[in-house]
């Protein structure tokens, strides 16, 4: 867990008894998606939404982005309506896969969404520089993401999700398709923009991703949130405790199984604490790189790009991203979610 | 457990680089690739100009000017992409989405290969021509091909585009990316527009340089004869004015034709009865018919008026006609006949009042003095019939004019420049209307459905009279002598009394044309605005014509038909499915 948000913090995401039931031409039910879904996300939490395939979790993301209209139920994003547009001036989005124009190259697809975000032309550049440092695509950023990797293509992704410095971060899947080390620098980029106060919703059926990274996760199955808590409440195992020492010596052990033994208790498991093997395979990786050791895909990627506020209101360059997020909430609307 | 350390990884071979994210070794690393395909283009255009200076020198220049010319055409485009990114700079979101399908476009095979044919017809049609042929039927043919096959390619291309950008967004789900920023739908479908109508304003007008700078080159080609080079200047690069003969018409032309429906329902009421409103069309159409014709017994005379003398400049008229000869079953007979200009015979050769013999079922045009002309405007224009009899008849063939078209007087009243521009404005409105009946329909139908139904309107508009007729003659009505309440009325009647007879098969005959007739009726027409036709024969393409192409085909229509498909596309799922 990297951030600890406020409980007073503002709600950036309310859902209140959110159904989908999608029909077929002739408008009869054919299949309900989500049902009955109630999500709160303060501000600067990292939300998970788990589930496996076909749990409603797309679908919920659909209905937040104002792509789809939920059949019944009431959903608020920055205070407003999905549908609002000047809410999305404050929202970055990742697909779960990366839809992009095939003919354009990474630099023209980052200026083509920084266009829908109004942002000047001297603007665009620079953020579009910074994020092709950050993601690792400079060297590449001429060619037709057509003939990007599956990886670059989330990179590039991930770059245009960012340009407009977005106050919510709608991540579905982010590492999918990722190399270690890029999954590891998402995760390392998602931290850090928690760290500054945006607010991540994380979609992911990658366990350890969501397990790593969230404040509080919601376990979806069949269109329905089936368990919702901070990981801490909903892994904490209340039957057992988790001693950590130093390398016992078999006597040691058997001293301490005696002691437990005269209260009752048992030892039931002793062996050694092992690494994951996503830190093994990153501590080769960096002493390969130390080496000199070149590849011709990605690179690294660089620090976070400077214009990522730390909970800023966004520069002041043509009427940026940050207008949805200062524009006036819908007290309202915010109200009669939280009573249901 | 065994672990490899630094010093157990091996630098990767360069055949292992595709690992990972990895890119295809002719991609990697290989920064000559880029300046190749960069260089490529102005290569070909160098290579296919020293061809044409080949062709040139070997003696072939007609052959030299194509290949040259299709060059041109392809550096106009490649300029006019250049131009079209630059005008489409800005930061708007409307504007990212229109460059974004100028790209798509661009980088469409299916577009490109359309492009191509153009870039690669036009300047080959020349070739193709008859050289034995009179210079201004090959200026005539040339204009006419060229400028339809090329108006039918950027229809093509339109419609493909548009369908395709917009339902190739929803299906690859790139849509979703892009309404998820602060962009409106409404804004997202006029990008697309505004994309398609640029690329087509830009397609145009490099078809329209390809095809005046190609028929300047013919006309400059030795003509058959002294008449032929006056037929180019004053019958094709020229805009004239046409004028049609004041028909028949009013209270007394009415009760002539009632007193004939009288006459016949009395005679045969049973037939009449069946189908009352097309005995009416078809006597009507007898009327007009008779009047355009000159029988042997009488002289007939046809009014021209509104001819005004000062504002034409040139010394001579032209009467252009058509005529057939009635009672002659030889399909090319030559008709005879004399003519009067205001009461004064016309033409005096040697003292005499000599007179026309012309082959029937072709266009003749007869030059007639301005001075001719009343100076109240008026041109009374009359012919005589000296049809010799014929083998085997008892009397001289008649001659007869097709009503409309087939006997006309026509004036110089601009330049073939200008009339050409304002051809290609029609020829572009069209375009524009279209890229929003496709957008309205992508909002709404998958990419396939979605084409058929653009392709339907496509030629339903092109072919609305056609179709028109078709319906009249079917359901026996006349659409063009009735207001919409009495057309509504009359075919409620129509219905009612299908139902009354219990005539069923009639009944789902007749419900089906009105269906028929009712799309007609939404869809506009481009038959009114035939502005190739008009180039083709010289005359001039009205600037009210102009106007209200602009206004309708490229301003109304399309805001109403995107209005629609952004009222679909906003109640639309963009996810069929749960995911």
Redesign the interface.
């Known amino acids: 867990m990297v951030t600890t948000p406020r409980d007073d913090a503002p709600i950036d995401i309310a859902c209140a008894g959110v159904t989908?039931t999608?029909c077929d031409f002739w408008m009869r039910p054919?299949?309900r998606?989500v049902e009955n879904v109630d999500l709160e996300v303060r501000r600067g939490q990292i939300y998970g939404l788990l589930g496996p395939n076909?749990s409603?979790k797309?679908?919920t993301i659909?209905m937040l982005?104002?792509?789809?209209?939920p059949t019944s139920g009431r959903i608020a994003v920055l205070g407003k309506r999905p549908k609002d547009?000047?809410i999305?001036?404050s929202?970055g989005?990742l697909?779960?896969?990366?839809?992009?124009?095939?003919?354009?190259s990474g630099r023209?697809t980052l200026d083509?969404?920084g266009?829908?975000?109004?942002?000047?032309?001297k603007a665009?550049r620079e953020r579009i520089d910074m994020l092709l440092e950050m993601v690792g695509l400079e060297a590449?950023q001429?060619?037709?993401v057509g003939?990007y990797?599956k990886?670059?293509q989330r990179r590039i992704?991930l770059a245009?999700s960012l340009i407009?410095d977005p106050q919510l971060l709608i991540l579905d899947e982010p590492t999918s398709g990722m190399?270690p080390v890029?999954a590891r620098q998402i995760k390392d980029l998602i931290a850090t923009l928690a760290g500054r106060g945006k607010t991540v919703l994380l979609c992911s059926h990658l366990l350890s991703d969501v397990e790593d990274l969230c404040d509080r996760v919601a376990i979806m199955y069949g269109?329905k949130v089936r368990a919702e808590g901070t990981c801490d409440e909903l892994l904490e195992q209340e039957h057992a405790t988790l001693l950590e020492t130093s390398e016992l010596p078999p006597p040691v052990v058997e001293e301490v199984r005696t002691l437990l033994r005269r209260h009752d208790l048992a030892l039931t498991k002793v062996q050694r604490p092992r690494r994951k093997l996503e830190s093994?395979f990153l501590e080769?990786v960096e002493?390969?790189r130390?080496?000199g050791?070149?590849?011709?895909?990605?690179s690294s990627g660089g620090e976070v790009a400077e214009f990522l506020s730390a909970n800023e209101p966004v520069p002041d360059d043509?009427e940026t991203a940050a207008k949805?997020a200062e524009s006036p909430v819908d007290t309202n609307l915010l109200d009669s979610l939280m009573k249901r | 457990m065994k672990?490899?350390?630094?010093h157990d990884?091996s630098?990767?071979e360069p055949e292992s680089?595709l690992a990972?994210?990895?890119?295809?070794p002719w991609?990697?690393?290989n920064p000559a690739a880029?300046r190749r395909t960069r260089l490529a283009r102005p290569a070909a255009a160098i290579a296919a100009l020293a061809l044409a200076a080949g062709l040139w020198a070997a003696g072939r220049p007609a052959t030299a000017i194509a290949v040259a010319g299709a060059v041109a055409l392809a550096v106009g485009f490649v300029v006019g992409v250049a131009v079209l990114r630059q005008l489409l700079?800005?930061?708007?979101?409307v504007?990212?989405?229109a460059?974004?399908i100028v790209?798509?476009a661009?980088?469409?095979r299916l577009s490109i290969l359309l492009v191509m044919m153009v870039v690669v017809t036009l300047p080959i049609l020349p070739l193709l021509l008859d050289p034995q042929e009179r210079l201004a039927y090959r200026l005539q043919f040339l204009l006419t091909w060229s400028l339809s096959g090329a108006s039918v390619l950027l229809a093509v291309i339109t419609i493909a585009l548009a369908c395709g950008s917009v339902c190739g967004d929803i299906e690859?789900?790139?849509i979703?990316?892009?309404?998820?920023?602060?962009?409106?739908r409404s804004e997202y479908l006029l990008g697309k527009w505004l994309g398609v109508i640029l690329l087509d304003g830009m397609l145009v007008g490099l078809v329209g340089i390809g095809v005046y700078a190609g028929v300047l080159a013919l006309a400059k080609t030795p003509a058959a004869d002294a008449a032929d080079r006056l037929a180019v200047q004053e019958q094709v690069l020229t805009a004239r004015v046409v004028a049609r003969p004041v028909h028949p018409s009013g209270a007394d032309f009415d009760r002539s034709v009632a007193a004939t429906i009288e006459e016949i329902r009395n005679s045969d009421p049973a037939s009449f009865d069946r189908s009352p409103e097309r005995a009416r069309k078809r006597i009507v159409a007898q009327r007009v018919h008779e009047w355009h014709t000159v029988t042997a017994e009488v002289v007939s005379s046809y009014l021209f008026t509104g001819l005004d003398k000062q504002a034409i400049r040139a010394p001579v008229v032209q009467l252009r006609l058509e005529p057939f000869a009635d009672n002659s079953s030889i399909a090319r007979a030559d008709v005879r006949f004399a003519l009067w200009l205001n009461e004064r015979p016309f033409p005096i050769r040697g003292g005499e009042h000599a007179a026309y013999t012309f082959s029937t079922g072709l266009t003749h045009t007869i030059d007639l003095p301005t001075e001719a002309i009343a100076d109240d405007g008026t041109l009374r224009v009359t012919i005589a019939n000296q049809n010799l009899v014929m083998p085997g008849e008892q009397r001289p063939t008649s001659i007869s004019f097709t009503p409309g078209e087939g006997l006309e007087v026509m004036y110089r009243a601009g330049s073939f420049g200008g009339n050409f521009v304002r051809g290609l404005l029609v020829m572009w409105a069209k375009l524009v209307l279209l890229a929003a009946a496709a957008l309205a329909a992508a909002a709404w139908l998958g990419f396939p459905t979605a084409l058929l139904a653009s392709l339907m309107v496509y030629v339903t508009a092109a072919a609305s009279g056609f179709f028109a007729d078709a319906i009249d003659i079917y359901t026996g009505l006349d659409r063009k002598n009735d207001t919409l309440m009495d057309m509504l009325r009359l075919r409620l009647s129509m219905l009612v009394e299908r139902i009354v007879k219990v005539e069923w098969w009639e009944l789902i005959k007749t419900f089906g044309a009105y269906c028929a007739d009712a799309f007609l009726a939404v869809i506009p027409s481009f038959g009114t605005q035939d502005a190739i036709a008009q180039l083709a024969t010289g005359r001039l393409v009205p600037l009210a014509e102009v106007a209200s192409g602009l206004l309708f085909l490229a301003v109304a229509y399309p805001l109403a038909l995107l209005a629609l498909g952004w009222v679909l596309l906003e109640r639309r799922?963009?996810?069929?499915?749960?995911?």
């Open positions: 989908k999608f054919r299949v998606a076909g409603g797309s679908t659909k982005l104002g792509l789809l209209q547009v000047q999305k001036k929202i989005y697909p779960e896969e990366s839809y992009l124009y095939r003919f354009l023209e083509y969404y266009r829908l975000f109004r942002l000047e032309r665009r590449v001429d060619r037709p003939e990797s990886g670059m992704g245009q407009n190399d890029g269109g093994l080769i002493q390969a130390a080496e050791v070149r590849t011709s895909g990605a043509a949805g | 672990t490899n350390t630094a990884v630098p990767p680089r990972g994210d990895g890119l295809p991609l990697a690393d880029g700079s800005g930061s708007h979101p504007l990212g989405v460059r974004a790209e798509e661009i980088g469409s690859s789900r790139r979703h990316m892009t309404l998820s920023k602060p962009i409106h799922d963009l996810v069929s499915s749960a995911s």
